[in-house]
Structures are given as C-alpha cells and as structure tokens.
C-alpha cells in the first residue's frame, strides 16, 4: 500500500516539474499553444460563409463587396505539417508557420472572356490544404460579370466552365473596394 502511494507521489513530482531542470521539458511555447490563430480563421471563415449567404444573383459588384464586407484578422496562412509534430498534432496542437492580414476578399482575379469582362472576388471560407497553406480549396468564388453578380462557389456552372480563366488568370490584383 505504502508502495503504491509512493508512486502516486513520485508520479505527481514528475508531472508538476518539481527538482526538474526546466530547461529539459520546456518546448517553444508556439508549440505548446493549441492552434492559436485556428480559432480566429475559423470565426473569420463562420462569418464569411454567412456574408455568402445573404447573396443574390445580380447584385451589383458594389452590393457584393458592401455584403461580403469584412474587416481583416491577423489569421494563420501556413501550417507546420513537420514529421516530428505528428504527436503534437494527434493531440490537438498545431503550430502556426506564417500569419499574415486574411482580407476580404482574400484575392481578386479579373480576365475576359467572349468579350465580357469578368472578375473574380476569391473569399476565405475555412480550412487550409494539405500542405498547410490557404489555397483555392479554401477559398470561395464569387464571380461578377459586367459588373453584376452572376454566381458563387465552385460548383457553379459558369466556374466550372470559366475555370481554366481561373487558375491562370490575366491578372491578379490585391482586393479592392468599390469602383
């Protein structure tokens, strides 16, 4: 019995660090810190998804961005997807590589197409690729043709169709606001 709550003692010693060097367990605290920025992406992405939501072909390109109107976060754009983080990771523990501003829109791409001007408004909508970073797969389209609304989400006819217009686009620009 005595033994047992020996070890019980031990045990508690260990885990509180006590007589440890602190140096010996301590990690980077970025690694320790549950996903820091992944709260802030997914509130960022909830809020966006509800912007898209309120949504209507034909709105004017001024409507859609005064909708879609977001301030920017200071979010995640990169995650550590290091072999040796594998654990961390089971447990709930990313670590944030690269933050940067997640703006609304994300990105803008403009280009024509059968003499219609066409432009792209790419907003962020959640989740990262499995390399880690933001990529289309996280983004939303929504397209606007000839300055009115014509559809969003990649599923939309007119995306699919445009979309080789979209993954090498004429132009790219950082967003922009009303024209």
Not at 136 to 145: A, C, E, K, N, S
Not at 158 to 167: H, I, M, R, W
């Amino acid at each position: 019995m005595r033994q047992g709550h020996a070890l019980i003692a031990l045990g508690l010693v260990l885990l509180t660090g006590v007589g440890c060097d602190p140096l010996v367990f301590q990690l980077p605290p970025e690694v320790l810190t549950p996903a820091p920025t992944a709260a802030t992406n997914l509130r960022f992405a909830t809020e966006t998804v509800a912007r898209l939501r309120t949504l209507s072909v034909g709105q004017t390109r001024e409507e859609v961005l005064q909708r879609m109107s977001a301030q920017p976060v200071e979010g995640c754009v990169e995650w550590s997807w290091a072999d040796w983080e594998f654990y961390l990771r089971h447990f709930g523990y990313l670590r944030c590589i690269k933050t940067a501003a997640i703006r609304s829109p994300y990105r803008v791409v403009t280009f024509e197409s059968g003499g219609i001007p066409y432009e792209t408004l790419f907003y962020y909508s959640g989740g990262m690729s499995p390399d880690g970073v933001i990529s289309d797969g996280q983004l939303t389209p929504v397209l606007i043709g000839n300055g009115k609304l014509i559809g969003w989400g990649w599923d939309h006819p007119l995306v699919k169709q445009l979309g080789p217009n979209l993954s090498a686009p004429q132009s790219v620009q950082a967003p922009a606001g009303p024209r």
